[in-house]
């Protein structure tokens, strides 16, 4: 028998064996087209987006000036653009009523952070506590429920009086606006692990200590991380809400005072400020969580992260 019919008859042809397909990598011209294309689609596509998100401010700020110019809309009720844009250069340059405007956006983030922290540490501790616990979770979620009830603004209605105007009733206004948001999540997302890892992993000898924290955190992380984009906000707003029932300086006092003289414009302004603070906070906590779990595949539809 010679060589040639020992060959499988699939490889063989009219002119004897087929060549073996190039390796798929690098070298392949194939797949480097085919990789350039996509990063180009991904390009243009993240461009139309910037581009479609330009448009829509243009449009929807440019006929609010429009229509306040024209008279169609009041602007003593609703502000007017670019008097909001003077109002907040006045502020830059020389200061408002409660002193530089880089002081009271210090008091409201030192606020809003140590509400954040605070109502995250102490969400995600009780919502893995609970979560891993199910007795515990059985005979406190009637009180959990009710407590997440209770509108927000009456409790910090409640931590003004209980803890004064100073920065403890903001900072607990805010942790309570955290805390639930982050608990439910941190909760959920432990419920939700494949028992079938744990399982395994019991039986490979890890102990409760190794599962929590090698098992059930990781697999955990990304429900807690999503929590946190709305938590910053919610802490902002609770910050906020606490400068509103007494405060000596920050940007809910601000508002506050605009408020009480009629002044449309300061408090568009106070709420322009507060955006920007929240966008670039909800920038750098995408940015901690891209590096944190890296683990995730890409999005196949090439969306942008809103």
Excluded: C
Aim: net charge neutral; aromatic share 8%; proline share 5%.
């Amino acid at each position: 028998m010679s060589v040639r019919s020992t060959l499988p008859l699939a490889s063989v042809g009219a002119q004897g064996p087929h060549p073996d397909p190039p390796p798929r990598g690098e070298g392949n011209p194939v797949d480097a087209d085919l990789v350039a294309r996509r990063a180009r689609a991904v390009r243009r596509r993240r461009y139309m987006v910037y581009g479609l998100r330009v448009l829509f401010a243009v449009v929807w700020i440019g006929s609010w000036q429009v229509t306040t110019q024209l008279g169609w809309v009041d602007p003593f009720f609703f502000g007017m653009p670019s008097r909001i844009v003077a109002r907040l250069w006045e502020w830059v340059t020389q200061g408002t009523a409660l002193g530089p405007l880089w002081l009271q956006v210090a008091v409201t983030m030192e606020e809003t952070v140590l509400g954040f922290i605070v109502g995250g540490t102490l969400g995600v501790a009780v919502g893995i506590l609970l979560g891993r616990i199910h007795l515990l979770a059985e005979v406190l979620s009637p009180y959990i429920k009710a407590a997440n009830s209770i509108p927000r603004v009456v409790l910090g209605a409640l931590f003004a009086i209980s803890l004064g105007l100073d920065i403890k009733s903001k900072v607990a206004t805010a942790s309570i606006l955290v805390f639930f948001v982050v608990f439910f999540n941190a909760f959920q997302g432990v419920r939700e692990v494949d028992r079938n890892l744990i399982a395994n992993a019991r039986i490979l000898g890890a102990d409760e200590r190794r599962l929590t924290t090698e098992i059930i955190i990781p697999s955990a992380l990304s429900w807690i991380l999503a929590s946190l984009h709305i938590s910053f906000g919610l802490a902002l707003v609770g910050a906020v809400v606490g400068e509103l029932f007494g405060a000596t300086a920050g940007v809910g006092e601000l508002i506050y005072n605009a408020d009480h003289l009629f002044d449309a414009d300061g408090v568009f302004a106070g709420m322009l400020l507060l955006a920007a603070v929240a966008i670039v906070a909800e920038s750098l906590i995408t940015a901690l969580e891209n590096r944190l779990i890296k683990w995730r595949p890409n999005q196949v539809s090439g969306g942008i992260p809103i």
